[in-house]
């Protein structure tokens, strides 16, 4: 498949819809390709703020990975630092303006032992241009929030001819996922805006 202009046209087009973004141009070609290609495949990876992992152990809160997520957890300068991955199972993208839905499996389960306390967030939906990522809570396709908020002020693009990856993604809190957080778990922990981490993707087509 024929795809892009070059990675710097992508990132200029990108900056004009959601913010600056450092692009880094490796093996872009141009083309007079489509401007919508079906995803494929690929995977988004979230690895956790220095702090958060601490915070959520700290209250009794062990966030696990489900199936066919991962996660690994990895102890650093700043503390441990949890990192999930979730596998690409479709989608749409417009690489020249990074308009798109992108679908996964998997999910993450918080639950308190102590007290038997638990949400399930699963098959994240994230729409690019609209800046959000949505999930299925407690694996009812039929109650959907918007889970995190996306910026890509600051990230770094890659792009080439069957594959598009995204680093740097800054993601935070929204405010209905903070409430349902907390009430679940009866805490203050969750506020709205909190920084949980950051997020890289690779999307194949």
Not at 62 to 85: C, W
Not at 145 to 173: K, M
């Given at each position: 498949?024929?795809?892009?202009?070059?990675?710097?046209?992508?990132?200029?087009m990108?900056?004009?819809?959601?913010?600056?973004?450092a692009?880094?141009?490796?093996?872009?070609?141009?083309?007079?390709?489509?401007?919508?290609v079906?995803?494929t495949?690929?995977d988004?990876s979230?690895?956790?703020?220095p702090?958060?992992?601490?915070?959520?152990?700290?209250?009794g809160?062990?966030?696990?990975a489900?199936?066919?997520g991962?996660?690994?957890?990895?102890?650093?300068?700043?503390?441990?630092?949890?990192?999930?991955?979730?596998?690409?199972?479709g989608?749409?993208?417009?690489?020249?303006?990074?308009?798109?839905t992108i679908?996964h499996k998997?999910?993450?389960?918080?639950?308190?032992p102590?007290?038997g306390?638990?949400?399930?967030?699963?098959?994240?939906?994230?729409?690019?241009?609209?800046?959000?990522?949505?999930?299925?809570?407690?694996?009812?396709?039929?109650?959907?929030?918007?889970?995190l908020r996306l910026?890509?002020?600051?990230?770094?693009?890659?792009?080439?001819?069957?594959?598009?990856?995204?680093?740097?993604?800054?993601?935070?809190?929204?405010?209905?996922a903070?409430?349902?957080?907390?009430?679940?778990?009866?805490?203050?922990?969750?506020t709205?805006?909190?920084?949980?981490?950051?997020?890289?993707?690779?999307?194949?087509?």
């Amino acid at each position: 498949m024929r795809m892009f202009k070059r990675a710097a046209g992508i990132a200029m087009m990108a900056g004009l819809i959601i913010g600056p973004v450092a692009a880094t141009t490796t093996a872009a070609s141009a083309s007079t390709g489509p401007a919508q290609v079906r995803l494929t495949g690929g995977d988004t990876s979230v690895t956790t703020a220095p702090g958060i992992a601490g915070a959520l152990l700290g209250h009794g809160i062990v966030p696990i990975a489900t199936l066919p997520g991962t996660e690994g957890a990895r102890v650093g300068s700043g503390g441990v630092t949890v990192r999930f991955t979730f596998p690409v199972t479709g989608g749409w993208l417009n690489p020249a303006k990074l308009r798109g839905t992108i679908w996964h499996k998997g999910g993450i389960l918080f639950v308190a032992p102590a007290t038997g306390k638990q949400i399930k967030v699963s098959n994240f939906v994230i729409s690019v241009h609209q800046g959000v990522l949505t999930a299925e809570v407690n694996g009812n396709p039929k109650v959907r929030v918007p889970l995190l908020r996306l910026s890509l002020a600051h990230a770094t693009i890659h792009a080439g001819r069957h594959y598009v990856r995204i680093s740097g993604i800054v993601l935070t809190l929204t405010g209905a996922a903070a409430s349902a957080l907390d009430t679940t778990f009866g805490t203050t922990l969750f506020t709205p805006g909190l920084k949980l981490g950051t997020a890289s993707t690779v999307l194949r087509f």
